[in-house]
C-alpha cells in the first residue's frame, strides 16, 4: 500500500504534467491578458505584502504623471504597464510577479516549485532596471539593494510564519 506522502507526490508530478501541457500548448508561461487577476486577488493570502503595495508609489504610479505624460507611451509603459490587460492603474502585484491566474489558488502556492511553474516570478535586479534605468527623465542612479528594502512587502509575513512555527 502507497503512503500518504507518496500519493501526494504523485498527485503533483501528474498536476505539474498537466499544467506543462497547458504551457505547452498556449505556447509558453507568459502571462496574457486574461492571466490577471487584480491586485486584490493576491490580498486575502498576503494582506501585509498588499497593505505595503497600496501604500507604495508602485500603486500610484500612473497618478504620478500628469494629464500628458498619462498619455504618452514612453510613460505609461513603465507607470502603468499593461493597464488595458489588467484593467489596474499603476504598477500592480502581477506586473512584478507574472499574471496570477494557475499560481494563485492556495495549493499552488503551497509548492513554490510548482507556483514557479505556472508562472509566478521573483522579480530580480534586471526587472527593475527594464524601468528604473538611466534613460527615465526623473530618475536618480538606481541602487537595487537601497529601492529593495523600500519596496520591501515580504518580511512582515515571513516574520509572523516563523512566530506561529514556534
Not at 38 to 47: D, I, L, M
Not at 50 to 73: M, T
Amino acid at each position: 500500500m502507497l503512503r500518504a506522502s507518496a500519493v501526494a507526490g504523485i498527485f503533483r508530478l501528474a498536476l505539474k504534467g498537466r499544467v506543462l501541457f497547458l504551457l505547452a500548448l498556449s505556447g509558453a508561461g507568459a502571462a496574457f491578458a486574461h492571466d490577471f487577476l487584480g491586485p486584490e486577488s493576491c490580498a486575502s493570502c498576503h494582506p501585509d505584502a498588499y497593505a505595503a503595495w497600496q501604500a507604495s508609489g508602485h500603486a500610484r504610479a500612473k497618478q504620478s504623471l500628469s494629464a500628458l505624460q498619462q498619455r504618452d507611451l514612453r510613460c505609461v509603459s513603465c507607470h502603468s504597464p499593461n493597464e488595458a490587460e489588467q484593467r489596474q492603474a499603476g504598477v500592480s502585484c502581477e506586473t512584478c510577479h507574472g499574471g496570477g491566474q494557475y499560481y494563485s489558488p492556495r495549493y499552488v502556492m503551497k509548492d513554490p516549485e510548482l507556483a514557479r511553474l505556472v508562472g509566478l516570478t521573483d522579480p530580480g535586479e534586471k526587472q527593475c532596471l527594464t524601468c528604473h534605468d538611466a534613460s527615465s527623465p526623473s530618475l536618480k542612479p538606481f541602487d537595487f539593494k537601497t529601492k529593495l528594502k523600500a519596496i520591501d512587502h515580504w518580511s512582515a509575513e515571513r516574520a509572523k510564519r516563523a512566530e506561529k512555527k514556534k
